[in-house]
């Protein structure tokens, strides 16, 4: 099991950019595969980004494609969410998520794979 804890959420404009960070205890980080998924009031969570254990294959929603980049750091245990050319839709609660993959390389569309979950970080942009 890994502990995983957001970070980085807050209040901006459109068109701002903000960071996220999911920061990973115990087991060892580079087993599991990373998520980030968001939920909007009144919204089912939906699936945002994820990246594989190696950091070789990334994948993305097509509402942030060319916006929002994922990344992992390894040496930090960390995994990030760069989120570039805000809008009021990304308004959500961002959660990070864990999973030991069945492969080396393979990332996960759906939430329901995943084993452990963060509290997750408001982000609010405003218009």
């Known amino acids: 099991q890994v502990q995983v804890t957001e970070s980085g959420g807050g209040l901006v404009q459109a068109g701002d950019s903000l960071r996220l960070s999911c920061a990973a205890t115990?087991?060892?980080?580079?087993?599991?595969?990373m998520g980030w998924f968001r939920q909007a009031p009144g919204k089912e969570r939906e699936f945002v980004t994820a990246i594989s254990r190696s950091g070789t294959n990334t994948g993305y929603a097509d509402s942030v494609k060319g916006r929002f980049t994922i990344s992992r750091d390894s040496a930090k245990n960390t995994v990030y969410l760069q989120m570039n050319s805000l809008k009021p839709e990304d308004t959500a609660v961002y959660y990070c998520?864990?999973?030991?993959?069945?492969?080396?390389?393979?990332?996960?569309?759906?939430?329901?794979?995943?084993?452990?979950w963060g509290q997750g970080t408001q982000v609010t942009v405003s218009s």
């Open positions: 998520a864990a999973k030991v993959p069945s492969f080396s390389d393979i990332i996960y569309y759906q939430g329901s794979t995943y084993n452990d």
């Open positions: 115990g087991r060892t980080f580079s087993s599991y595969a």
